[in-house]
Nanobody, 114 residues
Framework: QVQLVESGGGLVQSGESLRLSCAASLFIFGHYGMEWHRQVPGKQRQLVASISASGATTNYADSVKGRFTISRDNAKTTVYLQMNSLKPEDTAVYYC???????WGQGTQVTVSS
């Protein structure tokens, strides 16, 4: 069964940075695109960023363009989300997702204080 384990969340102040990591196992990581989503209580889960299998193509939600960067290291079977210039509205639980396998990680909390 596909396993995705996120790490790197925490509490930061507005304007600071965090880097999330998602370690994947039990599938051929380098063959598939990956995504980061986020969710706040009472709202639907939102797609934040996606990356192709090779890493050559990335896409971002308008709300994070220019501030967040998704990347991957296929040798380490890990996908990253570098989050800069964080805002209070970025506060959410962030999830790693493999669309091909319909797999989700357990989530990591990001809290940005003003």
């Amino acid at each position: 069964q596909v396993q995705l384990v996120e790490s790197g969340g925490g509490l930061v102040q507005s304007g600071e940075s965090l880097r999330l990591s998602c370690a994947a196992s039990l599938f051929i990581f380098g063959h598939y695109g990956m995504e980061w989503h986020r969710q706040v209580p009472g709202k639907q889960r939102q797609l934040v960023a996606s990356i192709s299998a090779s890493g050559a193509t990335t896409n971002y939600a308008d709300s994070v363009k220019g501030r967040f960067t998704i990347s991957r290291d296929n040798a380490k079977t890990t996908v990253y989300l570098q989050m800069n210039s964080l805002k209070p509205e970025d506060t959410a639980v962030y999830y790693c997702h493999s669309p091909r396998h319909a797999a989700w990680g357990q989530g990591t909390q990001v809290t940005v204080s003003s």
